[in-house]
């Protein structure tokens, strides 16, 4: 990592592969940018400042507090970015605000910060006592403890094996059930120590045994798989034609989306997949930040519409239309929200 960057980098929360996201998003003619899951503005930083003081950047994020950090991070940068909470996969809406159709960037880092980790009032960590509520954002309605009280043994066998690749998912259920009918179970604690005597350390395993139940109802809270396959569905709509996306993905269910997508992009024509194989973190990365150990950058490069204009491409498996792409651009008032 270079100096320039260990000077973004430190304080706080350490952005992922910086200097490799930079080699994709930061490219001549590139004029906005979107980070669509902005935190506390660590990536998108490091993007105002490698490129030209023309490029725009619009950052996103579900989570107020992380918009509050990203604000303060990128001052130096005031008229240059947009900040909103919002989804990424409401990036349409976004972009039609301001008014944009299409981007030359998009960069997604998936999954949780460690700055979420870190406070325990959130209750996304099974290492620090708080209310199990695991919302990216806190004004969204259910909560993991609202799942935990209210899902069928078979439902939380089924979310544990779906979204935390959890083998013994029936057996974490089952005891589930049996403790919230002699008291509700509403910390994190609660449910780690629950875990932890459901499914002791034994034979090796490396992770906590909490780690994938607190994972899968973290994913269930905030429909984060359903979100992703959502923006997938629609990405290439707000590129430009040379437009690129690069996403960082933490775990096997986000980063199988990811792959497929990109294959299915470039065997039908529509983009070059531009990591044949995703990008790791290098182990002097890893040893300054942990969170690094299970990144995995892809990145795609969408490719110039076909010459006759009307060509309209159908993905029968996913159900639905990629229509021809204009090239319109369009610049981004920095305003501050």
């Known amino acids: 990592m270079t100096l320039r960057m260990k000077t973004l980098v430190s304080g706080g929360h350490q952005p992922v592969l910086v200097e490799e996201v930079l080699r994709f998003l930061n490219f001549p003619g590139s004029r906005c940018i979107v980070d669509g899951t902005v935190g506390s503005g660590g990536h998108a930083a490091a993007l105002l400042q490698a490129t030209p003081s023309s490029v725009r950047l619009i950052g996103l994020d579900r989570d107020p507090e992380a918009l509050k950090g990203a604000a303060k991070r ?43 980790l870190e406070i325990a009032e959130r209750g996304f960590s099974f290492q620090k006592e708080g209310p199990l509520d695991m919302r990216f954002d806190p004004d969204s309605s259910k909560t993991a403890a609202d799942l935990v009280a209210k899902a069928t043994e078979k439902e939380l066998s089924d979310l544990f094996w779906r979204y935390g690749e959890e083998r013994h998912s029936r057996r974490i259920a089952r005891a589930i059930v049996q403790a919230r009918q002699l008291r509700p179970i509403t910390t994190t604690r609660q449910l780690a120590e629950l875990a932890q005597r459901t499914l002791p350390w034994q034979g090796g395993r490396r992770l906590h045994p909490a780690t994938r139940v607190f994972q899968a109802l973290r994913i269930a809270v905030n429909e984060e798989l359903s979100a992703l396959e959502h923006f997938l569905g629609h990405a290439l709509d707000f590129l430009s034609p040379g437009g690129r996306l690069c996403i960082l993905s933490y775990h096997s269910l986000e980063d199988r989306q990811v792959k497929e997508a990109f294959r299915r992009w470039q065997r039908e024509g529509q983009a070059r997949i531009l990591t044949k194989k995703p990008i790791q973190s290098s182990e002097s990365e890893i040893r300054n ?21 009307d060509a309209i491409l159908i993905s029968h498996r996913n159900k639905y239309r990629v229509p021809p792409f204009g090239g319109g651009q369009g610049g981004v008032d920095g305003e501050r929200n």
């Open 74 to 116: 990128l001052d130096p940068y005031e008229g240059r970015f947009s900040l909103y909470q919002a989804s990424y996969k409401n990036l349409e809406e976004i972009l039609n605000q301001n008014p944009l159709s299409t981007v030359d960037g998009i960069l997604l880092d998936l999954g949780l910060s460690s700055m979420q």
């Open 289 to 309: 930040n942990p969170r690094a150990r299970s990144a995995k950058l892809r990145a795609a490069e969408k490719l110039e519409p076909p010459a006759h204009g």
